[in-house]
């Protein structure tokens, strides 16, 4: 009876042209089994393909065109428990959004990110590898510059950050946004406590007391602070929606001053609307500027283990940042692209 179980079980193999039958289970068996494991093992990674990775990723749902395909569309697809994980890129910025999407895979957050591309290149691009997950909201700007910091290309392309924010808050969602010059250490949403409606770090570089307040800091001697407009996570609150309104507002109405960063109307934003929202400043430990992070040596030491967003500010130009996450380790697409859903880019 064992032995007629044995061969009538799935773990068997029948070959009716030979009439005999292969068990799994007897020597021959395993040792197919183990030749199949071999060679899946042997030859899998020589496809370098990130599909073993992340293999759902199409939809049918998904339009034909991505022309076509609307941000309300985009973040119903990658939206997951009501969060999307939101960046702006153009074209030559491929290269650190790669680098970025690794970290954040890294902490099983990839399918909550949505790509905004600048540029028809971009959306193009990243959707022909990781359909679905790249927008473009019209106009699209040149694809080939990599826009400098300060320069009009650069706040042309950062400026149209709030109403990209706002409108997914609109839609019921809660976002975060993040620069892609940013490497993830750890998991930040476990940092996000509580319901407040904006969440935010800021870009000093003057050193805090680890149980620092969480409110937002006192303004300098010229009336402003200085808080990161590169790292916000927002609740779909009214108190969030203010705030973006009124950032959008600020650019607006002072283009001119603000030309080239879009970042001191952020925190005028913030400052005239602040007794009316519910803030919270995240903690300097885990989500230091590139001021600190990268120039004080003794601070990193001290905070060891704390840190969870890292990110590449405090320097100017492309090759220059791209030399500086070599120099400390985060530079991952060289040696890891195969983590990220984009897999190796050409």
Request: aromatic share 12%.
């Amino acid at each position: 009876m064992a032995h007629q179980l044995l061969y009538s079980s799935p773990l068997s193999y029948s070959s009716c042209s030979k009439g005999r039958h292969i068990s799994l289970m007897s020597r021959n068996g395993l040792l197919l089994l183990v030749s199949l494991l071999v060679i899946l093992g042997v030859f899998l990674p020589w496809t370098r393909s990130p599909l073993f990775l992340f293999p759902n990723r199409t939809s049918c749902s998904l339009p034909t065109d991505w022309r076509n395909y609307s941000l309300a569309e985009a973040a119903k697809f990658v939206g997951k428990d009501g969060t999307v994980i939101v960046c702006t890129v153009s074209y030559p910025f491929l290269p650190f959004l790669n680098n970025w999407l690794i970290s954040v895979s890294r902490q099983k957050h990839q399918d909550k990110v949505l790509v905004i591309a600048e540029d028809y290149a971009t959306l193009y691009m990243i959707n022909n590898k990781w359909p679905g997950h790249a927008v473009l909201v019209p106009p699209a700007l040149n694809s080939q510059t990599a826009h400098k910091f300060g320069s009009k290309g650069f706040f042309n392309f950062t400026s149209r950050r709030p109403q990209h924010l706002l409108q997914l808050l609109e839609l019921g969602y809660n976002v975060m946004y993040n620069d892609v010059d940013m490497v993830w250490l750890q998991d930040p949403f476990q940092y996000l406590q509580g319901s407040h409606d904006a969440y935010f770090t800021d870009d000093r570089t003057r050193i805090k007391p680890l149980n620092h307040s969480h409110c937002l800091p006192p303004p300098d001697r010229n009336g402003v602070t200085y808080i990161c407009s590169c790292m916000i996570f927002l609740r779909p609150k009214s108190g969030a929606k203010l705030l973006m309104k009124k950032w959008i507002d600020e650019l607006h109405a002072g283009s001119k001053a603000y030309e080239g960063n879009d970042q001191p109307a952020f925190n005028w934003a913030l400052n005239i609307t602040a007794h009316q929202l519910d803030l919270y400043l995240l903690p300097q430990a885990a989500f230091p500027s590139g001021g600190l992070y990268f120039k004080n040596k003794t601070w990193v030491e001290e905070t060891k283990g704390k840190h969870v967003i890292v990110h590449n500010n405090y320097i100017i130009g492309y090759n220059n940042k791209m030399k500086r996450f070599h120099g400390f380790g985060l530079w991952l697409v060289d040696d890891h692209a195969f983590e990220s859903p984009l897999g190796k880019l050409e």
